[in-house]
């Protein structure tokens, strides 16, 4: 069985206001602006405070993979979270499925509705604009799409499948 190890890797303008070891610790938090922190929470957008990255820290876990790396770039001024991602043969062709099957849907939809946005697929298809971006860059690129004029009062081509030989 093939096993192959990628990072989601990402990051954020400052440093951060506790040593690393408490937030690894957690319980501990301090907010850059409070009054936000707060509101988020009340409306139930925010988790308790200094909760974040314990549940990071179990989350992956629980799946197995390797332990997140976070790391202050004082430098340069910025905050790095490496999240390493093991998949195997079997996880892999999940992954590979639901993607075809996620690029087939906005095929589809855009067959459908020539004019469907992009906010519309990324509602219909449970995944993100930059998700749906993606996907159409890809399908353009395979030349399974393709855009008439703008952004604004432009619309959808699929083009036909061509057959493999």
């Known amino acids: 069985m093939t096993l192959t190890i990628d990072i989601i890797s990402t990051g954020k303008p400052g440093t951060l206001r506790l040593p690393i070891e408490k937030i690894y610790d957690g319980g501990t938090s301090r907010a850059r602006n409070p009054r936000v922190q707060n509101m988020l929470r009340m409306i139930g957008y925010g988790e308790n405070l ?3 990255f314990p549940l990071i820290l179990s989350a992956w876990k629980e799946a197995g993979w390797g332990k997140p790396v976070l790391e202050n770039k004082v430098d340069l001024d ?3 979270l490496a999240l390493p991602v093991e998949l195997n043969e079997s996880s892999q062709k999940t992954t590979q499925k639901t993607t075809q099957k996620t ?4 095929r589809e939809m855009m067959k459908t ?3 469907i946005s992009i906010e519309e697929l990324a509602a219909a298809c449970g995944i993100t604009r930059d998700g749906v971006n993606y996907h159409i860059r ?3 690129k395979k030349n399974k799409i393709r855009r008439i004029g703008g952004d604004n009062g432009g619309h959808w081509e699929v083009l036909d499948e061509v057959s493999e030989q």
């Open 103 to 106: 690029a087939q849907k906005i």
């Open 113 to 115: 509705n020539s004019e």
């Open 78 to 80: 910025e905050v790095e």
């Open 50 to 52: 200094g909760s974040g």
């Open 138 to 140: 890809n399908l353009k």
